[in-house]
């Protein structure tokens, strides 16, 4: 073996043991009738011989890889990045390995990478999606040809051909509204970061919504790009204005850390001079010089259901109609949210 590389048939000889049964422990299978002493006897040699089973051919005997995909929006957006380390742990206790792809908030990677990781070597893809009717009929053709997908997604979900799990930013955003509202706030700017040629979902619409009914406030809906260089850009042209905007609520955190940005460099204190809002909820917003109010998303609960979904749709043991996952959001009211001066 010296020098080899290491060979199941390897492994069973130092622990003593037949090769199906060394392989049926290795691979952790339900049908294995072994002792407790075997299993670690097994496991043991293993490790001192530096075994590693060969992907490929776990999967051709099993059928199965073992691993799953996530398929994130921007690696350099915090929220994607905490959301990826909480997945990961919920996939990591189901005894999968994880691969993920980021499509960098542009639309024609995406529809790339979103065709390509359904060939690469993995059981099902859970992925945040930019708009479902822009992938309709992808994602009709993988459902037929059973391929397991979850999306992640706001925009299309209605009659989607895929399990789907969302947060309800509905009630986060309302918590929002009232809470500003409540301290004298009557004029806002909603801060609408996308990609070119994306929709940008329910957000907007929802805090519009929730101002309108009061009757004597008005918001403004401002689109700008996904960086928080672009953030920061379009939000010091906004508080720049003579008649700026009393509170700044933007569509995810990483936004509104950029029009925090923003009122700093124009010395504008925040909430003093401007109160802040955003949206996700990451670790992050507490850790802020100012810290960040924002509409939280159960983040564990999404990765759960999410992960449930999908090992039941690899299993065959979910139900065949495409189902749908909402959770409420909660404003979290933190430093960067104060009463008009």
Same mark, same amino acid.
């Given at each position: 073996?010296?020098?080899?590389?290491?060979?199941? =048939?390897?492994?069973?000889?130092?622990?003593?043991? &037949?090769?199906? @049964?060394?392989?049926?422990?290795?691979?952790?299978?339900?049908?294995?009738?072994?002792? !407790?002493?075997?299993?670690?006897?097994?496991?043991? &040699?293993? !490790?001192?011989?530096?075994?590693?089973?060969?992907?490929?051919?776990?999967?051709?005997?099993?059928?199965?890889?073992?691993?799953?995909?996530?398929?994130?929006?921007?690696?350099?957006?915090?929220?994607? @990045?905490?959301?990826?380390?909480?997945?990961?742990?919920?996939?990591?206790?189901?005894?999968?390995?994880?691969?993920?792809?980021?499509?960098?908030?542009?639309? #024609?990677?995406?529809? =790339?990478?979103?065709?390509?990781?359904?060939?690469?070597? $993995?059981?099902?893809?859970?992925?945040?999606?930019?708009?479902?009717?822009?992938?309709?009929?992808?994602?009709?053709?993988?459902?037929?040809?059973?391929?397991?997908?979850?999306?992640?997604?706001?925009?299309?979900?209605?009659?989607?051909?895929?399990?789907?799990?969302?947060?309800?930013? #509905?009630?986060?955003? !309302?918590?929002?509204?009232?809470?500003?509202?409540?301290?004298?706030?009557?004029?806002?700017?909603?801060? *609408?970061?996308?990609?070119?040629?994306?929709?940008?979902?329910?957000?907007?619409?929802?805090?519009?919504?929730? +101002?309108?009914?009061?009757?004597? #406030?008005?918001?403004?809906?401002?689109?700008?790009?996904?960086?928080?260089?672009?953030?920061?850009? $379009?939000?010091? !042209?906004?508080?720049?204005?003579?008649?700026?905007?009393?509170?700044?609520? *933007?569509?995810?955190?990483?936004? &509104?850390?950029?029009?925090?940005? *923003?009122?700093?460099?124009?010395?504008?204190?925040?909430?003093?001079?401007?109160?802040?809002?955003?949206?996700?909820?990451?670790?992050?917003?507490?850790?802020?010089?100012?810290?960040?109010?924002?509409?939280?998303?159960?983040?564990? &609960? +999404?990765?759960?259901? #999410?992960?449930?979904?999908?090992?039941?749709? +690899?299993?065959?043991?979910?139900?065949? @109609?495409?189902?749908?996952?909402?959770?409420? @959001?909660?404003?979290?009211?933190?430093?960067?949210?104060?009463?008009?001066?």
């Amino acid at each position: 073996m010296a020098g080899g590389k290491i060979r199941l =048939k390897d492994v069973a000889e130092r622990a003593g043991v &037949a090769v199906n @049964t060394a392989s049926t422990i290795l691979n952790r299978r339900p049908n294995s009738w072994a002792s !407790k002493e075997t299993e670690e006897r097994v496991f043991l &040699a293993a !490790k001192d011989l530096g075994y590693r089973p060969n992907r490929a051919a776990v999967a051709l005997r099993s059928g199965r890889f073992n691993t799953v995909g996530l398929l994130i929006a921007d690696l350099e957006n915090p929220f994607y @990045t905490h959301f990826s380390r909480v997945f990961g742990n919920e996939v990591s206790g189901r005894g999968y390995d994880l691969v993920i792809e980021n499509w960098q908030t542009d639309l #024609a990677r995406e529809k =790339k990478l979103l065709e390509e990781v359904v060939h690469r070597n $993995v059981d099902g893809v859970v992925a945040f999606v930019s708009d479902l009717e822009e992938h309709r009929d992808f994602l009709e053709h993988q459902t037929k040809l059973g391929f397991p997908i979850v999306a992640l997604a706001m925009p299309g979900i209605k009659g989607a051909p895929v399990d789907v799990v969302v947060p309800n930013f #509905a009630t986060g955003l !309302k918590e929002a509204a009232d809470c500003l509202h409540g301290l004298g706030h009557r004029r806002f700017c909603f801060l *609408a970061a996308r990609s070119e040629g994306q929709r940008v979902g329910g957000r907007p619409a929802y805090f519009r919504e929730v +101002i309108q009914k009061f009757g004597d #406030a008005e918001v403004e809906v401002v689109d700008c790009g996904p960086s928080i260089e672009e953030a920061k850009s $379009v939000g010091r !042209k906004i508080l720049e204005e003579k008649d700026r905007p009393s509170a700044m609520v *933007a569509l995810n955190d990483l936004t &509104a850390i950029g029009v925090m940005r *923003a009122a700093k460099d124009l010395g504008l204190n925040v909430p003093g001079d401007v109160s802040v809002v955003g949206i996700d909820g990451i670790p992050l917003c507490e850790q802020l010089q100012v810290s960040l109010s924002s509409v939280a998303q159960p983040h564990e &609960a +999404i990765a759960g259901k #999410a992960v449930d979904f999908l090992m039941k749709r +690899i299993e065959g043991t979910g139900d065949k @109609t495409p189902q749908l996952a909402e959770f409420s @959001t909660q404003f979290v009211q933190r430093e960067s949210v104060g009463p008009v001066s």
